[in-house]
Every structure is written in C-alpha cells, then in structure tokens.
C-alpha cells in the first residue's frame, strides 16, 4: 500500500470518527476513501462497516447505565435491530459490485437529504414523542417497531444517515425522553453494525489492511469529536457533511 493511500484512509477514519461523535455522516468519508483506494464497492462498503465498529461501540459503552437500567424496555427493539440488520447485510452480500456501484449514487443522495432535513426529522420526532408520552399506545408501539425494522435493514445495507431516520422510530416507541432515545439508539445501532459484521466477515468481504487503517484513526476521531464536541456547534459539522454528501453523490452519479 502506498504511503498516501494510507494518508487517505487515515485522514477518512479521523474524521468518520470525528464527525459520528457529533452529527453522524462518517460513512461518506470511509466509503469514498476505500473507493478511492481501489476497492471493489462492495469490498468498501463492508470495509467501512467494520472499521467505524471500535468507535460506535465505544459511544454505546457510554450509555451503559441507562441501557442496563431499560434492558427489559428495549428487548423487542434489538430483536428487529438484529433481525433488520441482518437481513440488510445479507442483501448486501449476494448484490454484486456492479449492480451496488449503480445504487450508490441513490443512497449518497438519500443520505444527504436526510442530514439536509434533520433538524425537522428531529422537530417531528420530538412532537410524536410529545404526544404519545411515555407510554405509547398499541398500535404507535407496533407501528414504530416496523419502522425500526425498515431502519435496520438499510442500515445493514449501507447506514449513511440511520441514526436520524431511527429518531423517528425511537421517539414513536420512547416518547419524549431525549436520554433514553439517544441511549436506545446507540444500541440499535451497535446491534445492526454487529450482526452486519459478523456477516461481512464471514462472507469474505473485508479488506483488513484498510480496516486496521481506517479503524485505528476513527478511535482517535472520536475521541477528537468529544473534545471538539463542546466547542464546535453540531450545526457546522451537520453542515459539512451535507456538503461532502454532495460533492460524493455528484461525483458517483458523474463517474
């Protein structure tokens, strides 16, 4: 591997692990990064997947007291997380290069809209929440639990913009509580990166090389982000990923 491929998945990881502490939106930097290093787009995507693992799995370790506390609440959410991701990283798995290598553009694009409409994605999310209190009825219950389900399969697929997308489904099944909706998303999350993992690895489908590069520099990004976090609004760094998002999506549409 030459030195200034190695630079470039590093400098994808730091900041991938950067911007997933504060925003999300890290997949956009591993993914065009492993591209541009020659991997096949499939080999990327599950690349990308499993070098961002360490840093997610160390933000769920975070909410450890409050998972632990709601473990019997959020049962049925992991259940669809595992089961969702699963049937995504599978998908994932039998789509060859070329057929993912057209989609690609589809899913940069819709992950940018999705960053570029957070803010009232979360405002809905918020009054759903509100309205449904901390006992959601029947049937917002099931209804959320569905959306989950969808979430998790695109995020076993590809992930770029999940965590907004599952605020929705979160804020049906938890209500308004901004703690607990945040700590069961970051174990939906690690559950859906889990499962898709094991897959990908069992598959053969990951490049170790560029995963210890790019998983070793997205550690010490998302520490950064924590540090950053506090000084830097989350809406400059929202705002930077919509335009990475972009410029992407321009380029894979173009090329």
């Known amino acids: 591997m030459e030195l200034t491929t190695a630079a470039l998945l590093a400098a994808s990881g730091l900041a991938a692990g950067l911007v997933n502490a504060i925003a999300g939106g890290g997949t956009f930097f591993t993914f065009s990064a492993l591209v541009a290093a020659g991997l096949p787009p499939v080999v990327a995507n599950a690349t990308s997947a499993v070098a961002v693992t360490p840093a997610n799995l160390s933000s769920a370790w975070a909410y450890r007291r409050e998972l632990a506390a709601n473990a019997r609440r959020f049962a049925a959410l992991g259940v669809v997380s595992l089961i969702g991701g699963l049937g995504g990283a599978y998908i994932l ?30 405002a809905l999310a918020r009054r759903i929440g509100k309205s449904e209190g901390k006992h959601p009825s029947t049937r917002a219950w ?46 939906c999350s690690t559950l859906i990166q889990l499962v898709a993992v094991i897959l990908f690895i069992a598959a053969g489908l990951v490049s170790w090389p560029e995963t210890l590069i790019v998983g070793a520099a997205s550690v010490i990004g998302g520490y950064l982000g924590v540090v950053f976090g506090r000084r830097l609004p989350a809406s400059v760094i929202r705002w930077l990923v919509i335009a990475v998002g972009a410029v992407l999506t321009l380029y894979f549409f173009i090329g």
């Open 142 to 187: 099931a209804a959320g639990l569905a959306f989950q389900t969808l979430v998790a399969v695109y995020g076993g697929f590809f992930g770029a913009g999940m965590g907004i997308v599952m605020l929705a489904a979160l804020a049906i099944t938890e209500g308004d509580d901004f703690h607990l909706i945040n700590s069961a998303k970051h174990l």
């Open 93 to 122: 798995t039998v789509t060859n290069n070329a057929a993912f290598r057209q989609l690609v553009p589809w899913l940069l694009l819709f992950a940018t809209l999705l960053f570029a409409a957070s803010p009232r994605i979360v």
